[in-house]
């Protein structure tokens, strides 16, 4: 896939697998962004084909396909004072927008008690929130476990709730939920994954597990700077403070 001359994917692919989270890492520009809209069916490939249980996405209607996969995009506009509940109901199949699906979707984001609240009087981290519980409405309501597919989903969120939604990404594929996040942060990255893929100039660099992909030579590659990773914790980590140019 090129814009403008310029190549923005290259060859690159991903497989998502039920019950798996895959993260999508690489610098500002390789791709991740494209390869993203993609996979979610928002952009067609010029080349190659995305399926999903087999079936091309160009040849689901998208009714269908969203109640087979559920997005979450970096970010949302709403055009109406919409509550709270409102919003997450967004995400609900026809006859399927029970307030106790909607409710449940809340808690799971710790949103509870903010059904009622008007989405513009919200702060970015938690309308955040409201577009995941919206995102978790629509997977209950689809067809089988699903996919969900996130762009950034902890860009805006404070500390405990960046946890809270890595909590919430394994315990949804706990429940056999495929879900693929793009995730800047590399430490975030190694808690949550079980398969990280880096891209770079639109082609993919490096995947495997956060242990095989979080090298100290493959971030050099990436990013163009020098660290040590360490292995304080179960799984691999990088310091900031330790990075040169």
Do not use: C
Not at 83 to 109: C, M, N, Q
Not at 116 to 129: A, K, P, T
Not at 186 to 206: F, H, P, S, T, Y
């Amino acid at each position: 896939m090129s814009a403008g001359g310029r190549a923005l994917l290259d060859g690159a692919s991903v497989e998502v697998r039920p019950g798996r989270v895959t993260v999508l890492i690489g610098p500002n520009g390789a791709g991740k962004s494209t390869l993203f809209k993609v996979l979610a069916g928002e952009r067609r490939p010029q080349r190659g084909a995305v399926t999903l249980a087999g079936t091309d996405l160009a040849a689901l209607r998208p009714a269908r396909l969203a109640r087979l996969r559920a997005v979450l995009p970096q970010s949302v506009s709403v055009a109406f004072p919409f509550t709270v509940e409102e919003v997450a109901g967004i995400g609900a199949a026809p006859g399927h927008g029970t307030p106790a699906h909607i409710h449940r979707a809340l808690a799971r984001v710790e949103l509870a008690g903010m059904a009622n609240e008007n989405y513009d009087h919200l702060s970015g981290g938690e309308r955040q929130r409201v577009q995941l519980a919206r995102a978790l409405v629509q997977l209950e309501s689809g067809e089988g476990t699903g996919y969900l597919l996130l762009d950034e989903p902890t860009a805006s969120l404070d500390l405990a709730q960046q946890l809270l939604v890595l909590a919430l990404m394994r315990e949804l594929a706990g429940e056999g939920v495929g879900i693929l996040a793009v995730l800047h942060d590399l430490n975030l990255a190694a808690m949550v994954a079980d398969e990280i893929v880096a891209l770079k100039q639109g082609r993919v660099a490096a995947r495997g597990t956060p242990g095989e992909v979080l090298t100290d030579a493959r971030i050099a590659e990436l990013y163009g700077v020098s660290v040590r990773i360490g292995w304080a914790p179960a799984t691999p980590f990088l310091l900031p403070q330790s990075a040169a140019r």
